[in-house]
Structure formats: structure tokens, C-alpha cells
T-cell receptor
Framework: SQKIEQNSEALNIQEGKTATLTCNYT??????LQWYRQDPGRGPVFLLL?????KEKRKERLKVTFDTTLKQSLFHITASQPADSATYLC???????????FGTGTRLQVTL | DTGVSQNPRHKITKRGQNVTFRCDPI?????LYWYRQTLGQGPEFLTY????????KSRLLSDRFSAERPKGSFSTLEIQRTEQGDSAMYLC?????????????FGPGTRLTVL
């Protein structure tokens, strides 16, 4: 069966450290993978998109890697800040369909 | 504010009643999506439109659910004969189709509570 797995346990890290979140998938062949941020009571906000032929993408303090052999994406936030505290969702987009299939999300808590 | 808007933000209804939600996408976006999200889960795809055409519906979308996008602008999602299991956050998103993977812009959602 198809699955997208993100660590359901909250990730607690100290301000200034690098947060690394994992997204693993099975039985998908996504053309693209996206990461979204979601704050409580709000809709998801797009952060980064990475294509299947790209290994890494960066945007400011954010970095995403995509390994289609391992079927895994890693999402890094460097120099984390308390304002980065939120739930982070990975989503797969296959080339033949427009919909996104989301993981359950990982809650990140950055403390002082 | 030129983002995606949804109304109402909250809706409380009794089981068996009908409810309708509205989504106004970003004006130049030609694709509009509906998702449902329950606590602790990621959004689940329900349906999407390209302009006014409804191109895909999830198996999750029972015959009590119907969505429209007249004239390719705003969209409505109606749930008939609501059940307690319909309680969730209903999210609308829009995007501009292009050759790359399309990022989706989400609205704030409508939280439905069925008593």
C-alpha cells in the first residue's frame, strides 16, 4: 500500500541548532515533493519544492534533499528560532495528477 | 489581501443538516482544490477544478458531498445530511498550472463541527 511517513513525535531542539525532519514514502514515484509549514488553526504555507531529478534545494535557512533511491526527503532548518515552531508537512505530487498527498506532519518546537 | 479566502471560518451544525462552504481563490489561479484535515493528520485530497471543470474526485467524497466552481472563479463545497464523522477542517487551495510542480496556496480553512 502507499504510505508517506513523517515522525509523529514532536521534535524539540534548542534555538540556534539545526532541525532535521524526515519524510519517507513507499509505493509512490513522485515527480515532485513539497514541504509546507502549518501553524495551529491555519492552512499550510508552501516552503520548498524539489523535483525528482534534483538532489538538493536551498532557500535562506531551509534546505531540502530528495533521494529517490531511498525514497526519502530530509528537511533542514539551520540556526533555528522559536518562530520556526510549527508543524511541517511533506507532500508528494505525481506528474499525472494535480493533487497533493500529504504526510501526517512533524511538530517542531524550538526552545530558548 | 490577495490570498485565498474561505467562509465561514467556523460552522457548527446539527447532524442531518446541510452546510455550504465558499472558497475564493487567488484571482489569476486556474486550479482550485478542496482538502479535509482532521486533528493530527495531514490534509486529505477531496476534489479539484481546472477553471470550471471538476477533473478529479477522491473516493473519500461520498455522494453527500458536492462541489462546484461556476465560471471558474469561486467554489462552493456542500455537504448534505451531515454526520458527526464530517467534523473536520475543510481547506481550499489554489494554484496556477504550469509545467513545473505547482505550489498550492491554502486558505485559512473552515472548521466544521457536527453535533
Amino acid at each position: 500500500s502507499q504510505k508517506i511517513e513523517q515522525n509523529s513525535e514532536a521534535l524539540n531542539i534548542q534555538e540556534g541548532k539545526t532541525a532535521t525532519l524526515t519524510c519517507n514514502y513507499t509505493n509512490y514515484s513522485p515527480a515532485y515533493l513539497q514541504w509546507y509549514r502549518q501553524d495551529p488553526g491555519r492552512g499550510p504555507v508552501f516552503l520548498l519544492l524539489i523535483r525528482e531529478n534534483e538532489k538538493e534545494k536551498r532557500k535562506e535557512r531551509l534546505k531540502v534533499t530528495f533521494d529517490t533511491t531511498l525514497k526519502q526527503s530530509l528537511f533542514h532548518i539551520t540556526a533555528s528560532q522559536p518562530a520556526d515552531s510549527a508543524t511541517y508537512l511533506c507532500a508528494l505530487h505525481t506528474g499525472t495528477a494535480s493533487k497533493l498527498t500529504f504526510g501526517t506532519g512533524t511538530r517542531l518546537q524550538v526552545t530558548l | 489581501d490577495t490570498g485565498v479566502s474561505q467562509n465561514p471560518r467556523h460552522k457548527i451544525t446539527k447532524r442531518g443538516q446541510n452546510v455550504t462552504f465558499r472558497c475564493d481563490p487567488i484571482s489569476e489561479h486556474n486550479r482550485l482544490y478542496w482538502y479535509r484535515q482532521t486533528l493530527g493528520q495531514g490534509p486529505e485530497f477531496l476534489t479539484y477544478f481546472q477553471n470550471e471543470a471538476q477533473l478529479e474526485k477522491s473516493r473519500l467524497l461520498s455522494d453527500r458531498f458536492s462541489a462546484e466552481r461556476p465560471k471558474g472563479s469561486f467554489s462552493t463545497l456542500e455537504i448534505q445530511r451531515t454526520e458527526q464523522g464530517d467534523s473536520a477542517m475543510y481547506l481550499c487551495a489554489s494554484s496556477l498550472v504550469r509545467t513545473g510542480g505547482n505550489e498550492q496556496f491554502f486558505g485559512p480553512g473552515t472548521r466544521l463541527t457536527v453535533l
